[in-house]
């Protein structure tokens, strides 16, 4: 069932077949408009994001910097030991009991707790803020402003208008949110395990003045979620389904909260057919790029879709959205940019400028970027894999 595609009406399906020149004609004008000081589609009164989802970034640089530079020893061995998690997978239970134990789920979340708490500081020193590598939109547009554009792709397939209620899940540090209220004045709701990244979301959009919009912590493995019965006009989440240990009771839950009619958007990693788990170069591969990426499961386009047919949906579009179908010339970028990082780090640690730890983290950090742009290129795997679903009106 992978690679289908509903026809959907014209302004939704346009980005669908819109030719790589088309999308760097939008990411063009994106940056004559920023330039302008003007929004394209920013509702009136609010704050004009395009150009960056985080207005005074080196702010944020630092803030994260000051973060990482006075974590506690057990915050980092927290960190490190998360990582045993990326080894195992949820469909194999035998094996997540004998390394995690019976409460296998509990452990999980706190080590999620513990990887991400470190990890969304560690990307807001680069161009990957919002801790995802975008779906390869536009070859003139840097890393984050193709996250503009996958972002603003979203909010036209789910159709969202100012005033919707739109549920965000695995939300983060609430960067996507903030730019889904400023493009279309849709009310966020975020929901994410860190209360951290809770914390950090509240303020920003606070600061920004996105009053509306709420996030709220919760491991969404741990259902009911919190929201009564069709409580929202649209659904989005941008690659967090690895993490869920039953995607058909997530996705039932996910249609009981959305309104009959909504429309949903998942951009996640998936494997191909192509990945042979028997090829013992696909299986190294795949044991190097899991914990890269942050991959507990390891679905399918037929898995996903299946589930979400299963929970009541219908599957509209299920595609890759990358250009050509590559992520690697971005994955290269934030690969070339943090090994830079990684230069200047190592030399102001031996200087004794910045503490032991940072060696540590960064080393993890760019282990095994340039496989995953090998299983990219291979056609193995994908994180920009697109579906759009639609709970029926009855």
Partial sequence: MAETQVVLPSHQSGRSSESSSSLDAIANEKQKLAAAGLSQAKPQGLPDLRNSASPKRWK?????????????????DDFMASYVIYNLDWSDEKQMVEVLGPDYQTKVGDCLQAYYGVLNHLCALGDVEKMYIPPFMSSKATVRENQLLY??????????????RVLDLGCGRGRVAAHMTQYSGAQVTGLNIDPNQVAQAKSFNEQLGFTSNAFVVQDFNNLPLPFTENSFDAF??????????????LFREIHRVVKPGARISLLDWVSFPSYEPSNAEHAELMRRVKPLIGAVGTPTPEILETALMDAGFMVLRSDNASVGGLQAPLIDKVDLYFRSMRQVILGLVKTHVLPRHFKTLINRLCLDGQAFVKMDKMRLITTSYRIIAQKPLQ
Wanted: proline residues 2%.
């Fill in 60 to 76: 944020t640089f630092w803030k994260s910097f000051r973060y990482l530079q006075h974590l506690t020893p057990k915050q980092v």
């Fill in 236 to 249: 989005y989440q941008i690659q967090a389904l690895s993490l869920c240990k039953d995607l058909t009771a």
């Fill in 151 to 164: 972002e603003e792709s979203i909010a036209q397939d789910i159709g969202l208008k100012a005033g919707d």
